[in-house]
């Protein structure tokens, strides 16, 4: 299972979902599909404008946890 950590970094640079959003250049309903680990798959240029705005790595949004996957 994959596991999305933006909310954590979000936290940590003290950034909020509109003005991330706003920064990467998608819409806030797909930025909280993200955020909420309900996205089915991301974009490399989404994920690379995620860590741009958001000065990480993919590593740092993105981990995986073994277990089922919601189908």
Partial sequence: MIIVN???MMAKRKIGLGEL???VGITQA???ILKNGKAKAVRFTTLDK???VLQCQPGDLLGHE???QDE
Avoid: K, M, P
Wanted: proline share 0%.
């Fill in 30 to 32: 797909n930025l909280s």
């Fill in 66 to 68: 073994e277990g089922e």
């Fill in 21 to 23: 959003a706003e920064q």
């Fill in 50 to 52: 995620l860590c741009d």
């Fill in 6 to 8: 933006l909310d954590v």
